[in-house]
T-cell receptor, first 114, second 114 residues
Framework: NAGVTQTPKFRILKIGQSMTLQCAQD?????MYWYRQDPGMGLKLIYY???????DKGEVPNGYNVSRSTTEDFPLRLELAAPSQTSVYFC?????????????FGEGSRLTVL | TQLLEQSPQFLSIQEGENLTVYCNSS?????LQWYRQEPGEGPVLLVT?????EVKKLKRLTFQFGDARKDSSLHITAAQPGDTGLYLC??????????????FGQGTILTVHP
């Protein structure tokens, strides 16, 4: 069972470069999320989507962008990378009521901006 | 902004000891989830509590949701090295602009020594 698949697992960027973190889920979940995890800070929500074609900002959206053209895919775009975006990024999906449903997480993408 | 404060942030104990992790907020949540995360992996759901005063047991783990649904605790009895990991609490609110978004605590890093 694939579940939530994130690519790449590791990436080093130079300041000002752009990149896309890919996320795909094969559970036919409507809800998808992008979180970032910094040491000692837990998980912060960047963007989320409640279905194809619908996205909304989370707690820390600045410097990022998302799209949701299909149910399966939810890519996260970083424009003009900055050192403050060095973090571990997790994509997650949920199929039930989002307020009580289980979040299924990918394995994470570790991004370093130098 | 809703905040969840977890304590302690770090816990280092010997195998066989008991421990409790706390998750507190000034906000009311419709449900609260506990996740466990191992290095290099995404968080995995342990339990969801939805009713004030609810107690759920998962083998040696006991989860409690406060009567006012503002706090929760995780108690581990006779800890084992396999319990080592990062424990995260996450609160959900229903309705409005917060629908479908979880607020995560900063996590508790538990190390159980053989």
């Amino acid at each position: 069972n694939a579940g939530v698949t994130q690519t790449p697992k590791f990436r080093i960027l130079k300041i000002g470069q752009s990149m896309t973190l890919q996320c795909a889920q094969d559970m036919n979940h409507n809800y998808m999320y992008w979180y970032r995890q910094d040491p000692g800070m837990g998980l912060k929500l960047i963007y989320y989507s409640v279905g194809a074609g619908i996205t909304d900002k989370g707690e820390v959206p600045n410097g990022y962008n998302v799209s949701r053209s299909t149910t399966e895919d939810f890519p996260l775009r970083l424009e003009l990378a900055a050192p403050s975006q060095t973090s571990v990024y997790f994509c997650a999906s949920s199929g039930g009521l989002a307020e009580t449903g289980e979040l299924f997480f990918g394995e994470g993408s570790r991004l370093t901006v130098l | 902004t809703q905040l969840l404060e977890q304590s302690p942030q770090f816990l280092s104990i010997q195998e066989g000891e008991n421990l409790t992790v706390y998750c507190n907020s000034s906000s009311v949540f419709s449900s609260l989830q506990w996740y466990r995360q191992e290095p290099g992996e995404g968080p995995v759901l342990l339990v969801t509590v939805v009713t004030g005063g609810e107690v759920k047991k998962l083998k040696r783990l006991t989860f409690q949701f406060g009567d006012a649904r503002k706090d929760s605790s995780l108690h581990i009895t006779a800890a084992q090295p396999g319990d080592t990991g990062l424990y995260l609490c996450a609160g959900a609110t229903a309705g409005g602009t917060s629908y479908g978004k979880l607020t995560f605590g900063q996590g508790t890093i538990l190390t159980v020594h053989p």
